[in-house]
């Protein structure tokens, strides 16, 4: 998750006045939440230019990522004179700016698009992202540790992240039973969705055991969709799709 930056530092409530012709180029970085971003320009049918990087032997973003944003993280996008990191920013901002009818969410959802547009960067993908170190740290470390650490991480796994991701899996999959397919309860894509898609296709590779039907399903339902699959042949390799 990066942080944010409108090269004006001046709040404002208004946004650029629409141009005939978008200027947005993607920072893209394989393996990561800018594949949220590919597919939400390719469902809402908004010209763009793509510049890719590749993560290091570290899997850490590369350094050409600090001359466009000063965290150095992806995604970024440029568009026009605005400069915009954060995917749940950079997902509101082209909703708000490009989004017309496309992304527009019904008034009985309005709490429910909101509260998903902030629910996975804020509480799930952290649980993610623990789960994941611990079973990095392991196996980075020399040999005659490693399987004392494995079992200490384990140890440390079950306790920590297996308990929470019991309990979001069951939320998401209360809330998917009740709308019976988009996060708003809608007809149409928004941004909690956007959001989500990617949130759970890493929850369905790293707590593959906490997630229901109806995630599956999700993730399967945003996977076969046109837009998604384009963003995907632009934005190359990606791990996260469904075996």
């Not at 006045?17 to 597919?39: D, F, G, Y």
């Not at 793509?50 to 032997?57: D, E, H, Q, V």
């Not at 150095?72 to 990191?85: E, F, H, Q």
């Amino acid at each position: 998750m990066a942080d944010s930056s409108f090269q004006d530092p001046q709040p404002t409530t208004e946004l650029p006045t629409q141009s005939k012709k978008p200027t947005i180029i993607v920072h893209h970085l394989e393996n990561s939440r800018s594949q949220r971003i590919l597919w939400l320009l390719e469902e809402l049918e908004i010209p763009y230019d793509l510049k890719k990087y590749k993560r290091t032997a570290q899997r850490l973003a590369p350094k050409e990522l600090l001359d466009v944003h000063p965290l150095g993280k992806s995604p970024v996008i440029t568009d026009g004179d605005v400069t915009l990191a954060e995917s749940g920013a950079i997902v509101e901002y082209l909703i708000t700016k490009y989004g017309g009818e496309k992304a527009k969410v019904p008034e009985s959802g309005w709490v429910d698009n909101l509260y998903f547009t902030h629910y996975p960067e804020g509480s799930v993908q952290p649980i993610l992202v623990r789960r994941l170190l611990f079973r990095l740290i392991p196996q980075n470390l020399p040999a005659l540790i490693r399987p004392i650490a494995k079992s200490i991480f384990n140890n440390l796994d079950q306790r920590l992240n297996v308990p929470e991701l019991e309990r979001h899996g069951k939320l998401i999959e209360a809330h998917l039973e009740k709308t019976k397919g988009w996060f708003a309860g809608g007809d149409t894509l928004t941004s909690a969705d956007y959001m989500m898609g990617f949130t759970l296709e890493i929850f369905m590779d790293r707590a593959p055991e906490f997630a229901g039907p109806r995630i599956k399903e999700y993730v399967k339902q945003i996977q076969d969709r046109p837009a998604y699959k384009k963003g995907l042949e632009k934005g190359g390799e990606y791990v996260y799709l469904l075996k």
